[in-house]
């Protein structure tokens, strides 16, 4: 029978060395805030209502971050300390059942397989909890993990507290546990905040299972950074880069191209086909998906986007929760703000600018347009410098360009307006009323030409 897990997660703490209005695990490193990067690992492990997340400064954001994930959340009303941060979940866990992972908020690149062996190491002893530790060259600032002559772990010094002799040990506490949840809370009310701080650590609990004949487990990582909690805007940029680096990494090994993978951003929950190109200093963020066979255009920034196969996205285009379907071409110089839905085999050129419209099959707008509200049908061709006016100060209209149409240059669509199929609106006009299916729209003032007179005004102006 497979061991119950039970995931706390421990994220009440304001930060202050990070010097921001914005509780610590709200930070965001590889397009994840802190605090969802620690739950989505959990959830690898452990199904949602089995991961639980004590709160406390900012809990009402803390909460909305990662609600989504379906988890529980515990409110720390005061920060005590780690101890009294589990004491606060009492209500929540049952005392005896399985096992009990102790995470941090503020630790992201703990990978599930580093968890899935300390739940392994846990289950095949026999101890009371087995603690991840790892070694460092500076250990400034961490607790020091004191092992017996067998191996286990017999307690955990913090720095403060620790002799001289003591603070030579390299071998540090990451803080990070798994415990025989039953043992666990048999003890831990036996933790005192007996410290300069007058908090409960959950360090202490170590030298009260060794004392009543408990053994605990030391499971040592041999790379330290993957223990890398953040307190500073420097470990924020250094974790963010290790983010960024894996994720090149591994969608280069999964058949992506991506050239001068170092100059590209690319957030965790982006997902790409096999044999596209990222090109240098794009960046791909948020919730996309891209295709088989696309190019993405240098300094392009994608967010929230479905791209299907065969799509080309030129250099320095924007594009925005908009989904592009198979074989259309984007740019350069494009963007699509929001709610866009491209079709397959379209063309968007250099500074368009669509929102909230759908272009039809194998349209075109190739330059200089701004197409907001609007639907447009399959194979219209949307001339240079056109514009759909859909806003008249106090609501949004729409404007339907139907199947086939012909959209003369710097046209002017006034909303709302239905131009018809196969219809053709000359150049420089603006439309104001329907066009019929096949019909010529011509809406400008009839040229007139004055002759002489440009020579005449300067004549007069000049005196003579």
């Known amino acids: ?31 994840l805030t802190l605090i969802e990067h620690v739950v989505r690992t959990s959830l690898a492990l452990t199904p949602p209502e089995r991961v639980i997340v004590v709160v406390g400064h900012q809990a009402e954001q803390v909460q909305a971050a990662v609600s989504r994930y379906g988890v529980r959340f515990v409110q720390q009303t005061e920060q005590k300390g780690t101890g009294h941060a589990l004491l606060a979940c009492g209500a929540e866990l049952s005392p005896t059942d399985g096992l009990l992972l102790v995470l941090y908020g503020d630790c992201p690149l703990l990978s599930s397989d580093t968890l899935g062996m300390l739940v392994e190491r846990q289950s ?20 020091r993990v004191m092992i017996d002559e067998h191996g ?51 360090t202490d609990i170590v ?35 290790n983010f960024r680096e894996r994720k ?5 090994l999964d058949g992506v191209t991506i050239e001068k993978p170092e100059t590209v951003t690319i957030d965790a929950q982006v997902r790409v086909g096999p044999d596209t190109v990222i090109e240098p200093f794009a960046q791909v963020l948020g919730d996309t998906e891209i295709g088989e066979d696309c190019r993405i255009g240098t300094a392009s920034i994608i967010t929230d986007c ?10 320095f285009t924007l594009i925005n929760d908009s989904r592009v379907e198979a074989g259309a071409k984007i740019g350069p110089f494009a963007r699509l703000r929001f709610d866009n839905q491209v079709g397959a085999d379209a063309h968007i050129g250099n500074f ?17 347009a701004y197409l907001g509200d609007s639907v447009i049908g399959e194979e219209v061709n949307i001339g240079a410098g056109t514009i759909t006016c859909n ?58 030409v004055k002759e002489g007179w440009a020579r005449r005004r300067k004549e007069k102006a000049s005196g003579n």
């Open 1 to 31: 029978m497979q061991i119950p897990i039970t995931c706390v997660i421990l994220a009440a703490g304001l930060g202050t060395r990070m010097k921001s209005k914005k509780a610590k695990v709200l930070h965001r490193a590889g397009g």
């Open 124 to 143: 095949a002893s026999h101890a009371a909890a087995t603690l991840i530790t790892t070694v460092l060259d500076d250990p400034t600032g961490y607790g």
């Open 152 to 202: 286990k772990v017999r307690a955990v010094i913090e720095q403060k507290a620790a002799s001289p002799e003591q603070l030579e040990i390299r071998e540090v506490n990451s803080g990070i546990y798994c415990f025989h949840s039953g043992l666990l809370w048999r003890y831990i009310d036996e933790i005192r905040p007996d410290n300069p701080a007058g908090e409960y650590y959950l």
């Open 207 to 241: 030298e009260i299972f060794h004392r009543d004949g408990y053994e605990v487990e030391a499971l040592r990582l041999d790379d330290p950074g993957e223990l890398l909690g953040i307190n500073t805007r420097l470990d924020l940029a250094a974790v963010d880069c």
């Open 248 to 252: 090149v990494r591994q969608l280069m």
């Open 306 to 315: 479905r791209l299907a196969d065969s799509v080309e996205v030129g250099p």
């Open 352 to 368: 368009v600018e669509l929102k909230k419209t759908r272009l039809g099959a194998g349209a075109k707008a190739m330059h200089l």
């Open 391 to 448: 806003y008249d100060g106090v609501r949004k209209h729409q404007t339907t360009i139907c199947r086939g149409a012909f959209v003369g240059s710097n046209s002017t669509l006034v909303a709302p307006v239905v131009v018809g199929e196969g219809s053709y609106v000359g150049a420089g006009s603006v439309i104001t009323h329907p066009v019929p299916p096949d019909a010529l729209a011509i809406g400008r003032a009839r040229q007139i």
